[in-house]
C-alpha cells in the first residue's frame, strides 16, 4: 500500500514529534473487536500502554452485554498512551489504517457485524482532530484503497472494558479467534514495519 509513501509529507505537514518530550498522550481508535486492536498496539514501540474499552458515548450502558446488543451508541475501542518522543500521532494512524482493521468496512470487521465494530477515530484534541481529516482526505486523494474510505471522526468520551477483555491475546494467545484474526495482524506489523515493532 502507498501509506508509508504518504505518511512522510504527512509528516511534515503535521508535525513532528519533540525529541525532548517529557509527557505522554492518548489516541483513542476504533477498528473492530478491541481485542486485536489492543494487540497490535502494544507492539508499537512508543506505546505505553493500551486499553481496550468502549468509545463514543456518555457513560451509560458502557459495558460489554449492551454494547454487544448493538443498541448502544458505543464502538469497541481502544485507549493508546503513547511517547511523543518516539512515536507520533500520525504513525499511529499509519498502523491503524496498515494493519490494526480495513478502513473500508462498514459496520464491521471480518467476522464481526455492527455498529460496534464501525472503524472511527475519538480525537483527543484539536490538532488530533486536525491530523485524522488530514490523513483520511490523503488516503482517499491516492486512492490506496479499491472502495471508499469508512473510518468516521466521532466524539465521546472512553470507558474502559472489563478487566477480563484487558490483554486477551497476551493472556490467551491460543484463543482460536486470536489465532486466526489477530496473531496475524502481529506478524504484519513486524513484517511490514520491523522500525516500529516492538517484542
Known amino acids: 500500500m502507498k501509506i ?5 509529507p504527512a509528516a511534515l505537514i503535521l508535525g513532528s514529534p519533540s525529541a525532548a518530550a517529557p509527557h505522554t498522550e492518548t489516541a483513542v481508535l476504533a477498528g473492530g ?10 507492539h508499537v514501540k512508543g506505546v505505553t500502554d ?4 468502549y468509545a463514543g458515548g456518555s457513560g451509560q450502558d458502557a459495558n460489554y452485554d449492551a454494547v454487544s446488543s448493538e443498541r448502544t ?3 469497541e475501542a481502544v485507549r493508546i498512551t503513547y511517547d511523543p ?4 500521532y500520525a504513525r ?5 489504517f496498515a494493519i490494526a482493521h480495513d478502513p473500508t468496512q462498514v459496520n464491521r470487521q471480518g467476522p464481526d457485524v455492527g455498529i460496534s465494530y464501525r472503524s472511527a477515530i475519538f480525537p483527543q484534541n484539536a490538532l488530533q482532530a486536525q ?3 488530514t490523513f483520511i482526505a490523503r488516503l482517499s486523494a491516492a486512492h490506496v484503497y479499491k472502495a471508499p474510505i469508512a473510518t468516521k471522526i466521532e466524539s465521546g468520551g472512553f470507558y474502559a472494558a472489563e478487566a477480563y477483555h484487558q490483554d486477551f491475546a497476551k493472556k490467551h494467545p491460543f484463543y482460536p479467534y486470536i489465532v486466526f484474526n489477530d496473531r496475524p495482524k ?6 511490514k514495519y520491523p522500525n516500529l515493532f516492538k517484542a
Open 85 to 88: 518522543a518516539q512515536v507520533s
Open 131 to 133: 491530523q485524522a481529516k
Open 186 to 191: 502481529v506478524a504484519a506489523l513486524k513484517a
Open 92 to 96: 499511529l494512524l499509519q498502523v491503524f
Open 50 to 53: 493500551v486499553v481496550s474499552g
Open 4 to 8: 508509508a509513501y504518504l505518511l512522510a
Open 33 to 42: 473487536c478491541f481485542w486485536g486492536m489492543e494487540t497490535v498496539f502494544e
Open 73 to 75: 451508541p458505543y464502538a
